[in-house]
């Protein structure tokens, strides 16, 4: 189950959410409403269902694309990625 916390109750109750975490829950650390940034377990993020689900996601997107007729270089793609960044 994932429970959504605002950053200020992050901060001020991270002892009790990493508790929560260590007993199996996700949190997600929103600012306004938005989330930006994830607490889960460190093994969870290698797990097979974990990979599974990033596998489809990019599946699906990938499908997406080609049936826009999108298309771009794997270089194009990370410059994307490092414009967004700045």
Known sequence: ???????????????????????????????????????????????PEAVAQRRKAIAELREMARKRGLRATHEEIKSWIEEGRR
């Open 1 to 47: 189950m994932t429970k959504h916390v605002g950053i200020f109750e992050a901060k001020t109750q991270l002892s009790a959410l990493v508790d929560a975490v260590e007993k199996g829950e996700d949190i997600v650390i929103t600012r306004h409403g938005k989330p930006v940034a994830r607490l889960t377990r460190p093994e969870d993020r290698h797990s």
